[in-house]
């Protein structure tokens, strides 16, 4: 049984051999939506479609480097040949190793190579995908396109430069695409997506630094990938229709509030002022 949402719709998304890519493609699933599992990770992938056909749902796993011009095609051949179709495009893949994030450092001990992995894969891959899913699109009168970026695409931090510079491009990639083909059906938004780890992540990070986090929140707790799915989910769908070449931001209000918030807060609670 699917909610119906996006009955019938075929989704590529990227990355989506596990992380916050396979919670998408679970929920997507359960909207009736038939996936396309892509990923640098084919046995990940398999694994991830297997799953959702054991549940009652369509999908394919796909081996595929997004930052590959000749890898990218072929997959969007594949999909094309099972499903017959592309509705929807979740550009969801980023390298995020433990090698690229140790590399990926300030301006100035920058690895050049993590700075290049992370732009190709990063930005080039979703431009590629865009590339080659938006003429499928264009022939069926509609499509939804969906960029996964980041808190740390528009605010500055300590590390991973190239991550987020490739962050801060795919906000403008909606709004290209949008002016580009809207006038054809096609819709296009970024997700800005806060700390949403897997469930299991939580327990490898420091208690310390999870209260930390915690505090910047403007929710009682941190997110979860099943937050941002249903976040992609609602732009994927004619819910959305109206919804275009705007930046979606899915953070718990951490990138919402003043930096001397929550210095302030405990400033309050220690001078017993104001119940705050
Ligand atoms: N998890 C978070 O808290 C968070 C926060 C902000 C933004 N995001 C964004 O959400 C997306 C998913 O994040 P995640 O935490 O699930 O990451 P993840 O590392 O768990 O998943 C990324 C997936 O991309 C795949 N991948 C890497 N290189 C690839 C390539 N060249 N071609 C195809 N696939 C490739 C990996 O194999 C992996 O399965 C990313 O775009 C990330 O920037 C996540």
């Not at 989704?11 to 892509?38: Q, W």
């Not at 592309?86 to 050049?112: E, K, W």
């Not at 991973?160 to 083909?181: D, E, F, H, N, W």
Request: charged content about 20%; some cysteine.
């Amino acid at each position: 049984m699917t909610t119906g949402k996006l009955d019938g719709r075929v989704a590529i998304i990227t990355g989506s051999g596990g992380g916050l890519g396979a919670e998408c493609a679970r929920v997507l699933s359960s909207h009736g939506a038939h996936i396309a599992v892509v990923d640098i990770n084919g046995e990940a992938a398999q694994q991830v479609a297997e799953s959702i056909e054991a549940q009652g749902g369509q999908a394919m796993g796909l081996c595929t480097d997004v930052s590959s011009e000749e890898s990218v095609e072929a997959m969007v051949a594949a999909v094309v040949e099972r499903f017959g179709r592309i509705d929807i495009l979740h550009n969801n893949a980023a390298v995020l190793d433990v090698g690229q994030r140790q590399s990926d450092r300030d301006i100035c001990n920058l690895d050049m190579a993590a700075w290049d992995r992370a732009i190709a894969v990063n930005l080039r891959g979703a431009v590629l995908c865009c590339k080659y899913s938006i003429p499928v699109m264009l022939k069926q009168g509609k499509g939804s396109v969906i960029f996964a970026t980041s808190g740390l695409g528009v605010q500055g931090d300590l590390s991973l430069t190239g991550y987020a510079t490739s962050k801060a491009a795919l906000i403008m990639l909606p709004r290209l695409v949008a002016a580009q083909y809207g006038k054809q059906g096609i819709r296009a938004n970024a997700v800005q997506i806060g700390l949403a780890p897997a469930e299991n992540a939580h327990e490898s990070m420091p208690a310390q630094l999870l209260d930390i986090l915690r505090d910047n929140h403007m929710t009682p707790e941190l997110g979860t990938p099943r937050d941002i799915a249903n976040v992609v989910a609602f732009l994927a769908s004619d819910d959305a229709s109206f919804v275009t070449g705007s930046t979606l931001v899915a953070d718990g209000g951490f990138s919402s509030h003043t930096p001397s918030l929550v210095a302030m807060r405990e400033f309050f609670e220690q001078s017993g002022r104001g119940g705050m």
